[in-house]
């Protein structure tokens, strides 16, 4: 719970966002006869998008807290043997072993960012949510018609001066849980057939044969159309109850009062409004799997806030204004 805000803050939304501000109701009037239900509807957004992050994060948290307590024993003994060694291995602060977490790794494409973020992208995190594996987008040509093209395992949209050529050189891992590229050589491939591609399309699911597999990487076919999430949306509410019940259990044996009456109330049905609203709100999840995705490295975060800075008036609230997006491409 006290790494909500920090969470929270990797997100591209802007600082004004009630999915950062999360005290930013406890400031405001509570006259407002609308109070309780702007509370809820906040927590409702915030709770899709913690599910995800914990989903894709849970597996690397043991190795995380091992790693925290090495360094911690170096700064009291004034060394940072741990550090070195992990830049002789070529290991990054976001790379975790995570030896009992199953994979699910889909080829980046070559198609706009849009569509891969429209179909490719968040199918394939809804297909990981639901299999319970680790979503990993690679750069590697994995398939027999990928390979054909000749080795071309960059990602197109990567700039020149990013040495990954992948998805990394703009945004957060999707998850802390990392492959080697021998990993990737010896993967169980999925959808080289014109049968596969309509199961995963059709089903949104691996077929059970595949449930033993540790990775299995999948052709960028999936599409959004007609996606059932009403489970996926089960599941991430089991996922809050377990947070929400973790965050009581703390206070009560710290004494520590985490969060309002208020917002205790809006948490509890908003835990019930992700399954409830799912006709209201079809697509409440898909939106929080884009905020997901789109979670800038702090390179670009740092970057785009001083250009918004430069470009955003200062007065601007943004939950008032109306965004329109202008496309310099043959569809404008």
Not at 269 to 276: F, G, L, N, R, T
């Amino acid at each position: 719970f006290s790494k909500l805000s920090a969470i929270f803050d990797e997100t591209i939304c802007h600082d004004q966002s009630p999915l950062k501000q999360i005290s930013q109701k406890q400031q405001q009037q509570h006259d407002d006869p609308l109070f309780l239900e702007k509370l809820t509807e906040d927590w409702y957004q915030r709770f899709f998008y913690l599910a995800m992050h914990w989903k894709f994060h849970q597996p690397a948290l043991e190795e995380y807290q091992a790693r925290k307590k090495c360094m911690e024993q170096d700064a009291r003994d004034g060394t940072n043997h741990l550090e070195t060694w992990m830049e002789q291995h070529n290991i990054g602060i976001m790379d975790y072993e995570c030896p009992n977490a199953k994979f699910l790794v889909a080829a980046v494409g070559s198609v706009g960012f849009g569509a891969f973020l429209n179909t490719q992208a968040a199918m394939t995190i809804l297909l990981a949510l639901r299999t319970g594996r680790m979503p990993i987008f690679s750069v590697k040509s994995l398939f027999y018609w990928q390979k054909e093209k000749g080795p071309r395992d960059i990602w197109l949209l990567a700039p020149t001066q990013c040495k990954s050529k992948d998805m990394l050189c703009y945004f957060l891992p999707t998850t802390p849980c990392a492959l080697l590229h021998e990993d990737l050589a010896n993967v169980t491939l999925y959808g080289s057939t014109m049968k596969e591609q309509n199961y995963l399309r059709q089903k949104m699911n691996l077929p059970s044969a595949l449930k033993t597999k540790r990775i299995v990487a999948i052709n960028s076919g999936l599409q959004n159309k007609g996606v059932e999430v009403t489970d996926l949306r089960t599941a991430a509410q089991a996922i809050i109850g377990e947070l929400m019940e973790g965050w009581k259990k703390h206070q009560q044996e710290s004494h520590q009062k985490l969060w309002s009456d208020e917002d205790w109330k809006a948490m509890e049905q908003a835990q019930k409004w992700m399954v409830e609203k799912s006709v209201e709100d079809p697509t409440g999840l898909i939106r929080q799997i884009y905020v997901y995705l789109l979670r800038p490295n702090p390179h670009y975060k740092s970057l785009l806030k001083e250009r918004l800075s430069a470009l955003v008036p200062p007065d601007l609230v943004p939950a008032n204004a109306v965004g329109l997006a202008i496309r310099g491409s043959d569809k404008c």
